[in-house]
């Protein structure tokens, strides 16, 4: 802010997020000091809450920490923000030394070797211009201004491995030594600008072409895993023997693997990976289902179920297949298992009432819905349903 009130002040707006996760007392004040600098600066300010409970609520949700939770929340916002105002960057103040910390902790936890980039300075509209400036620059500057600026409470928190490496680590780092890790992590990010990355097809499940990876370098093999992951809402700290097993899967051309929170399918054509789907039972008709799912009535196309509601021997309920279901189709009775397995997914949900499965639904999936052979008649109508990624 110190800096772009001097060159960009009519072009500028702060934005800060309350997570809700601190003291109130210590938000309040930060919130305080950010007012008066802003006035200070003659820049707006713009205060945003997520609200009690929503980072700790997502960090339940994709079995992340705290900090992952918050810092996924803080993007989107400030994403959507700058789209909905209509700003062209997004600048954060991210400076040397958690560039050095970043690519500690991603050794330490011995992530895959494109990690070691670092944090990127540029990422879409987020640009950080500060990113090989010593923090004792940025103090300096600031102190020599007349500017006040808070600590967040947290950073004493050892529970973080960031807080330990900072407390316990960066200490013996000497400045020769940081400028260097700093120099290595945009070399590594200069070398990944080189290389096209493997695409990934991102929906309910993620999709990576199985030529394209088979035919790439081992560490664009890992990237496509890593954002592959990550998409599914899954660990993406992938150990190198699971990435040697993938790469036996993909050879083959078949094979499921299993790995955390996601499943793993290989096909001649492709590698998908899909986030786990806990077992559930809820009343139908109802809209929202676990796992980001919704039920909604569609435009109907040659793949869309019609189901005739008025049929349904209620009560009736949505729930995950088990093994044993089995479903009556046009052409006969068939095992769900079999269904799925045919499909290479690893489970579908079934619409069940008292006369047994009314239909099959698989294609959020990436396999096919089908209906019962007692709801096929053409001479009646009902609505168009499918289930869909929220």
Not at 343 to 363: H, K, N, Q, T
Request: one cysteine or more.
């Amino acid at each position: 802010m110190a800096l772009l009130s001097g060159c960009a002040r009519d072009r500028t707006e702060a934005v800060y997020v309350d997570h809700a996760i601190r003291p109130r007392g210590e938000l309040e004040r930060e919130i305080s000091l950010n007012r008066q600098n802003a006035r200070r600066l003659g820049i707006p300010l713009r205060i945003v809450s997520l609200g009690d409970g929503r980072v700790e609520l997502l960090s339940r949700e994709k079995g992340i920490g705290t900090e992952a939770a918050a810092r996924s929340l803080r993007y989107s916002l400030l994403r959507a923000i700058a789209a909905r105002e209509g700003f062209d960057h997004i600048l954060t103040a991210h400076h040397r030394e958690d560039q050095v910390e970043t690519v500690l902790m991603r050794i330490i936890q011995g992530s895959p070797f494109h990690t070691y980039q670092g944090i990127l300075r540029e990422d879409g509209p987020v640009f950080r211009p500060l990113l090989t400036v010593p923090k004792s620059c940025i103090l300096s500057y600031l102190s020599s201004s007349g500017l006040s600026w808070s600590e967040d409470s947290t950073n004493d928190d050892t529970d973080y491995l960031r807080n330990r490496i900072r407390h316990s680590l960066m200490p013996f780092v000497t400045e020769t030594e940081r400028a260097l890790i700093s120099s290595i992590a945009a070399s590594i990010a200069a070398v990944r600008r080189r290389f096209p990355q493997i695409p990934v097809v991102s929906g309910y499940y993620s999709s990576i072409p199985r030529e394209a990876f088979l035919s790439a370098l081992p560490m664009q093999r890992e990237e496509a895993l890593y954002r592959a992951f990550l998409s599914a809402g899954s660990d993406a700290r992938i150990p190198r023997a699971f990435i040697d097993e993938v790469l036996r899967c993909a050879e083959r051309g078949s094979g499921r693997l299993e790995r955390g929170d996601s499943f793993l399918y290989f096909s001649r054509h492709d590698i998908r990976i899909f986030p786990r789907l806990d077992d559930f039972v809820l009343p139908f008709p109802c809209s929202s289902l676990p796992g980001g799912l919704k039920l909604i009535r569609v435009a109907e196309d040659e793949r869309t179920l019609v189901l005739d509601g008025s049929l349904l021997q209620m009560p009736a309920v949505l729930r995950t297949a088990r093994e044993g279901d089995r479903i009556e189709l046009r052409d006969g009775e068939r095992k769900l298992s079999e269904m799925m397995k045919d499909m290479r997914i690893p489970y579908a949900i079934v619409l069940e009432d008292r006369a047994g499965i009314a239909a099959f639904l698989s294609r959020f999936a990436g396999g096919n819905d089908r209906l019962s052979r007692r709801f096929l008649d053409p001479s009646r109508k009902g609505s168009a349903l499918a289930i869909r990624k929220e």
